[in-house]
């Protein structure tokens, strides 16, 4: 049976989902039910929620894990009454750092995620339009004010990628896809080849992209391995012949090709 | 002076980088500098490390804040030597939280942003597709496999809160937008009112339509105040008659949009 994890907090419950998911996927041998109670932020609601935790301890006979982030003390009051194992995120660190810091927290609320909070939202959202309107080599007019332009193979992760970086760090992420006429000249497009520091390849394995593909265009000439097979190594070629960094996304997921990205290419997220 | 932190990894950095902002946040009078330092995986990067640490302890003559999720206890034992404040997050929950699932922790390196450890890593990948397929109206026959439709007037964030939606949560999200034409016309177009329990509403202030507009065309009519308040007018008015629950974005992120969203429509989250 699934032990039941709660992901608790009063504001968006992203940070208590983070660290939660982070702690849980060291226990591989537990499968976990996971269920995130964003907004809880009044009396009614924490007793509500002390409720639905009591039920769930009762039916499953084990209690569940709280990961939380509340901070409100009346409504960490409440929730401290659930028959559960808590794992109290903000309690544990915000005393030391107010040492640390010699400042006092403000216990506000949802901070973290909010829109007032992060001077660079803005630019998050620009980067998010920035990613899509520049997105598969549709313009390329806009590469001066790029940070960043992907290039690879259609279907190897292009587009996710630029998104992700956008939305998370608010980078202007551009990307061209090389196509089958680009390879045949051997040569870096025209557009690209004066933005050549701001290149970035992407390839990947022709078995997974060919897999890929088929979703999309099952049983087409595009989606075939030899195919497939043909413009990776063009593509990887080019790559080395044009001293252009590249990683193989086979393996990775967007959150771990965009932070390897950002390493190699020695660029800083925009925080807040 | 800024204080310095470090968000430090041997995977993406996201868990200490999310869990250290969010901490950083209760903080208001203090103003931080913020460095993700992730996969620091070797004991020669380890080293390398510590001593930019101390480089900045010495420089700015105040020990950084280092929040780190760093798992292998050799590397760890190598950045405990910096002069430094830390939040060691992993360590202060994994040892609990092994005592409670009676298991022990696998202590492996970058799992929860892998892509090896989420079975629905390719759904996710598979909703940000969906979204931009389905983006801005351009298609809706695919709306039967939508879980959500936001609609609302054009530039009011709906395109943002999809793509978030899927990139997190891997919900597929498709996007409507309500134009001049529809709203004289006051009823729902043809092709969403079947979809009617899938429509969720985002309206926005007037004002601040207007000045998002005016970056895109500047002096137009579509960006002017008296267009923007119509437009919103209408809408809000059509959402009401129509029952379509809605909620305005103008003083939240798209994190917290799609917070809210999720909770008003019971969607649970698709996890890993």
Redo the contacts between chains.
């Keep these: 049976m699934k032990?039941t994890a709660f992901f608790i907090s009063d504001?968006?419950?992203?940070?208590a989902?983070?660290?939660g998911?982070?702690?849980l996927?060291?226990?591989?041998?537990?499968a976990f039910r996971?269920?995130?109670r964003?907004?809880i932020d009044s009396v009614e609601k924490a007793q509500t929620m002390v409720q639905q935790i009591n039920e769930v301890a009762a039916s499953e006979q084990m209690r569940p894990?709280v990961f939380d982030?509340i901070?409100n003390a009346e409504i960490r009051d409440i929730l401290s009454t659930a028959n559960a194992?808590k794992?109290d995120?903000?309690s544990?660190?915000?005393a030391?750092?107010e040492e640390?810091?010699n400042?006092r927290?403000?216990?506000?609320v949802?901070?973290?995620?909010?829109?007032?909070?992060?001077a660079n939202?803005m630019e998050r959202?620009e980067a998010?339009?920035f990613a899509?309107d520049n997105?598969d080599g549709g313009r390329t007019r806009h590469y001066d004010s790029a940070d960043i332009i992907l290039v690879g193979v259609s279907r190897c992760?292009k587009?996710?990628t630029c998104?992700?970086m956008a939305?998370q760090y608010g980078i202007r992420a551009a990307n061209y896809p090389l196509t089958e006429d680009d390879m045949e000249h051997l040569q870096l497009p025209s557009s690209l080849s004066k933005y050549k520091d701001k290149l970035f390849g992407l390839t990947i394995d022709a078995d997974r992209l060919a897999a890929i593909r088929n979703e999309r265009k099952p049983n087409s000439r595009y989606a075939s391995y030899a195919q497939c097979e043909f413009e990776v190594r063009e593509v990887e070629n080019l790559f080395q012949r044009e001293n252009i960094k590249f990683i193989n996304t086979t393996?990775?997921?967007?959150?771990?090709i965009?932070?390897?990205i950002?390493?190699e290419k020695g660029i800083?997220?925009r925080?807040?």
């Design positions: 032990r504001g968006t419950g992203i940070t989902e983070t660290l998911q982070s702690l996927a060291q226990f591989d041998n537990i996971r269920l995130t964003p907004y894990i982030t901070v194992f794992v995120i903000f544990s660190f915000l030391p750092l640390e810091l400042d927290s403000s216990y506000s949802g901070k973290s995620h909010s829109i007032t909070h992060s939202y959202i998010v339009h899509l997105d992760g587009t996710p998104l992700y939305m393996h990775f997921s967007v959150e771990e965009s932070a390897k950002l390493v800083e997220r925080f807040k």
